[in-house]
Structure formats: C-alpha cells, structure tokens
C-alpha cells in the first residue's frame, strides 16, 4: 500500500502541535515506528503530491513523475490552514499552525517574544494559548484574541 503526503514525515500525533505546542517535538511522537509500517508493507511518499489520477487505468501520477496502480483508491485531503483576509496577516512574526515545521516556527518565536497573541476561538486556539500560559506564565504577556 502506498500513502501519498505532502508532509516530510511519516504521521505523527497532530493534537501535540497545539497541546503541548512549546515543550514537545511532534516530530518525535510518531503514531507508528518506521519500523513498524515497513513490516506492514505501507509504503510512505514523502513530499509528494498528485498530479493525476486515471480511474480507467487505475493509476495516479505523481508530481514527480512517479506512477502508482491501484486497486482501491482513497483520497484523504484533510484540511489546510485558514489564513484571514485581513492587513497583516502575512507579515512577518505571524505564524500558522498545521504541521510540525509550523510548530517549531512557532516555538522559536515564543522564545524570543516579550508577548505573544493567539487569534481565534477554536479549540485549537485555546489549547495553544493554554499550552504556552503553561510554559511561559509570569514571563510573556500571552492573549488570545
């Protein structure tokens, strides 16, 4: 079997990016060892995206150039970052957060940072704000907004 991600890892446990955003690595919780997918025959494409998808020839052709045959298909998209069409949002010192490279971004700049703002209401939000009023309380001012 064959799992085509855009992502340069293999799953790894995504509630601990917004959980425990400034003290755990979410790159070193995988869901399942390399090992361990290996032996199951699942065979990940890393930093990979489709191109195409022919369900006559069951086949899907990857950006690369690579094509995979399929049986069965399964396409599992998952969501992508909101990012608000407002002034500022794409300046610098304002992160999103979807993957672990986005969580260490962030990390790194809640280091350096007097204060912080999280904006939003989601749980996600929340469990940010949370997360860095337990790492960083009584040091930076953190608001969520």
């Not at 790159?27 to 494409?45: C, H, T, V």
């Not at 995979?68 to 407002?86: E, M, R």
């Not at 969580?103 to 912080?116: D, L, V």
């Not at 337990?134 to 953190?142: A, H, L, P, V």
């Amino acid at each position: 079997m064959s799992v085509v991600t855009q992502e340069d890892l293999i799953p790894y446990d995504r509630t601990l990016l917004s959980k425990a955003l400034p003290i755990i690595d979410a790159r070193k919780k995988p869901l399942r060892s390399a090992e361990f997918l290996n032996g199951a025959d699942i065979d990940y494409k890393l930093n990979s995206t489709v191109a195409g998808i022919n369900r006559t020839s069951r086949k899907v052709t990857l950006q690369s150039g690579e094509v995979l045959t399929y049986d069965k298909l399964c396409i599992a998209v998952g969501s992508k970052v909101n990012k608000p069409n407002v002034p500022g949002a794409n300046l610098r010192g304002v992160h999103y957060l979807r993957s672990s490279s986005d969580q260490e971004g962030i990390k790194a700049a809640a280091a350096n940072a007097k204060s912080i703002a999280v904006i939003g209401g989601s749980w996600i939000a929340t469990e940010v704000a949370s997360s860095l009023v337990g790492k960083y309380k009584g040091e930076k001012d953190i608001l969520l907004i």
